[in-house]
């Protein structure tokens, strides 16, 4: 699907501004992410490695990302899209083929980066941009970004299964996982509609796994103020601006009311594809 999707906003920009800053804004990545590439040696300035967090460049600067020259772009993209089944987040590994950043058929998707990721098997909304600074903003605990998933497991849950999973559980880390809350879908309890903030890597699946269930398929529905709606598996659209403002400004919490846009009958189409 060709979307319309283009910048959302113009960048601006003002000199002399840390390496990091400068670099998210290049679309390398979150401001977190640039971070850790410089501490790593992968960054130069005007050919010389820096390894400074508190570097600052001017506009006639040459930054180096692992010997590639990187620039400011013009416009920012916020993007959202329904990854399918099989495709990766990730913008490369060796081992897989199927990048969901590839179905964002537009001129810059070389420039784009996901916010958060989804597994291989999950299927869903995931947004992609190249502002680092937001990217960094939604990944962030302190903004307590909620994200919100269809579950369906291989037999019915168990409400103090769910209770558990609140109050948190420990399984392979100090911290425990756990979800905010959870909505039982109309007619059976094979389906559960669970809502996190933090989002750990795999945690519902551990969660339910840990728990005894084997998760039959996982997906995301909803970002903060973002819903999936109607887009269909491999389709993209651009957010709006009240959908950008709406995320930075933490709207979409359990207290807001929001039009719930799959339903059971269309959960159980899709795992009949």
Known sequence: MESKARGQANLRVEFPMRLQAYMAKCGVGSRRACE???AEGRVMVNNKIVREMGTKVDKDDVVQVDTETIELEDKLYYIALNKP????????DPNETKYARDLIDIRDNSLLFNVGRLDKDSTGLI????DGDFANKMMHPRYQVE???IVKLDRPVVIEDLQRAIKGIYIDIPKPYKIL????MPQTRQFVRVTLIEGKNREIR???SYLGYDVKSLTRIRVGCVELDDL???EFRNLTREEISGLLSGKGSSQAKRKRTITLKEKRDDNRD
């Not at 089944?85 to 490369?92: E, P, Q």
């Not at 947004?127 to 190249?130: A, G, H, L």
């Open 181 to 184: 809350r959870y909505d039982l």
């Open 85 to 92: 089944r099989g495709y990766v987040c990730t913008n490369y």
């Open 232 to 234: 269909r598996p491999g």
């Open 127 to 130: 947004i992609f941009t190249n």
């Open 206 to 208: 551990k969660i339910f």
């Open 36 to 38: 850790s590439l410089i």
């Open 147 to 149: 994200k919100e998933y």
